[in-house]
C-alpha cells in the first residue's frame, strides 16, 4: 500500500505564494509519476499539474502555467508545487496523486493513490 502525505497548505494575500510538497510512504518499491489536482467548493476537481517518473517532463492546467512550477529530482524524491502569483480563483483543497506509468498524465482515472488534500485559501 501506498500513502502519500501533503504539506504546506494555508492562506495567502492575493499575489503572494504557497508551496506544496508531497511524500510517497509504505510499500513502494518504487518512485512514481505525480500529479496535482484541485477542487473548489462547488466545483469539480481539477487538473493543476502532473510530471513524469524523472522528474524531466511536466504538463500544466492552461489556468496555472507561467505561475506553478511542479518539480522532483529524481525517481524517488517528493515533488514540490511551488505555487506564485496566487489569485482568490486558485482557492481550493490540493490533491496529490500518483501513477505507475512514466509519463505524465492529466487524467484522474491514471491515479490509482491519492493523499488525503491539503487546503489553499487565497483571500484578501
Known amino acids: 500500500q501506498v500513502q502519500l502525505v501533503e504539506s504546506g497548505g494555508g492562506s495567502v494575500q492575493p499575489g503572494g505564494s504557497l508551496r506544496l510538497s508531497c511524500t510517497a510512504s509504505g510499500r513502494t518499491g518504487r518512485g512514481y509519476a505525480m500529479g496535482w489536482f484541485r477542487q473548489a467548493p462547488g466545483k469539480e476537481r481539477e487538473f493543476v499539474a502532473a510530471?513524469?517518473?524523472?522528474?524531466?517532463?511536466?504538463e500544466y492546467a492552461d489556468s496555472v502555467a507561467g505561475r506553478f512550477t511542479i518539480s522532483k529530482l529524481n525517481d524517488w524524491s517528493p515533488v514540490v508545487l511551488q505555487m506564485n502569483k496566487l489569485y482568490p480563483d486558485d482557492t481550493a483543497v490540493y490533491y496529490c496523486?500518483?501513477?505507475?506509468?512514466?509519463?505524465?498524465?492529466?487524467?484522474?482515472?491514471?491515479?490509482?493513490?491519492w493523499g488525503q488534500g491539503t487546503q489553499v485559501t487565497v483571500s484578501s
Open positions: 510530471i513524469s517518473l524523472n522528474g524531466e517532463t511536466t
Open positions: 496523486a500518483a501513477h505507475l506509468f512514466d509519463a505524465p498524465r492529466e487524467y484522474e482515472s491514471a491515479y490509482p493513490f
